[in-house]
Structure formats: C-alpha cells, structure tokens
C-alpha cells in the first residue's frame, strides 16, 4: 500500500509528491484505471488501498521525506480525495504549519454534491492549487464519459470551479487528443470561469 510517491509532472513541469488517501470515487470514469482488469493487474496493486490511511498514517508518509526536493504536494491517488475532506484538509493544514511548499488538489470538482454545501472556502490557506478535470465540453457528453453518480454534474462542476476562484488558483484540465472544436470549447469554458485550461497528455 502506498500512501506517497513521486512523479515528474509533464503537463505542470514540476516533481511532485503525490498524496493518495482513498479509493472512494463518486465518478465511474469509462477510461479509469480501476475499471481496466489487465491494467490493475499488472499496475495498480502497489497504489491500491488496503485500508483508508489515518491522518497519522498519512502525515507520517510525507515527513519522513525531504520535502525540500519537491516543487508542490498534490492530493491525487486512484480515488477522489475530497471524499476524506476532513482528513484532506486537516493534511494540507499540518503541511502548511510546517513548510511553504504549494500543495494541489486534483478533484472531478463534485465534492459540494457530497458534503451538499458550497466547500470551496475550506480550501482558503490550505490548498494553492485546485486541478479539476473537466474532461468535456458539455454536459451530455461529459455524464457518458465519467458516469457521475450526483444528477447535474457537469453544472456543478463548473459552480464548483467558480467559487474556487475566490481562494485559489483553478485549473481546468482535459486530455490532449480530444477534437480541435471541443478544446476550444472547453477554452471558452475555462475563460468564462476565470480559470485556466490544462491539456493533459493522452495515455493508451
């Protein structure tokens, strides 16, 4: 069970500790990991939780490195870390007591259909960076390709990233291999809302 790992990020250029605290996702993306039987064989085991760290467990992964070697922190792993806010925050919050290190949440940005609340001002001083996959450029197609379990996803996505603004930097990310006419579509989107559109590499 790995709580921590590293990675070279290419489409943020940075090397980065990537926290992972949950399996738990509220999305049933087509082209997840979790969901491919030969890829979690042969991959996922390692990142697989076998049971949802503790605060304890998880700070203790993440000060036993030298943070100094990282360029930012991110809330990422195989589920939606925002299904552990509490635990998310109470991380982000310790690092932050202890190191000027920027730390990133990774999200589908549906966590206020969780917590049926706008959740967007806990990030304030905890967190620098929200990524949130957009991964469409309209609501139809978006609801096939992430199944979401929370009717109106995709409108709450983008409130979500909207409210965000006000306490981070947003950014929205889509894979690099989509139709010409739906990234420029999602550019709009991303305009729209004040944030800023990510093309994230596509991987087979």
Not at 39 to 48: K, P, R, V
């Amino acid at each position: 069970m790995v709580i921590a790992y590293e990675t070279e990020s290419s489409a943020y250029r940075k090397k980065s500790l990537y926290l992972n605290i949950t399996n738990r996702c509220n999305n049933r993306c087509v082209f997840c990991h979790r969901f491919d039987r030969k890829y979690s064989e042969n991959q996922m085991d390692e990142l697989w939780l076998t049971h949802e760290p503790t605060l304890e467990e998880i700070l203790e992964a993440v000060f036993s490195r030298d943070l100094s070697q990282y360029d930012e922190i991110v809330f990422c792993g195989y589920g939606e870390p925002t299904c552990r806010l509490d635990i998310l925050l109470k991380t982000a919050e310790a690092i932050k007591a202890r190191f000027a290190i920027p730390i990133r949440l990774n999200t589908n940005g549906l966590a206020d259909t969780l917590y049926h609340r706008d959740v967007t001002p806990d990030f304030k001083g905890h967190i620098d960076t929200l990524s949130i996959s957009l991964n469409a450029s309209n609501a139809k197609a978006y609801d096939a390709l992430c199944r979401p379990r929370a009717p109106q996803a995709f409108e709450h996505l983008l409130t979500f990233a909207k409210n965000a603004g006000r306490f981070c930097r947003v950014c929205l990310t889509v894979i690099d291999n989509l139709p010409q006419e739906d990234i420029a579509q999602c550019q709009k989107i991303a305009d729209t809302l004040g944030a800023e559109l990510i093309l994230r590499p596509y991987l087979e």
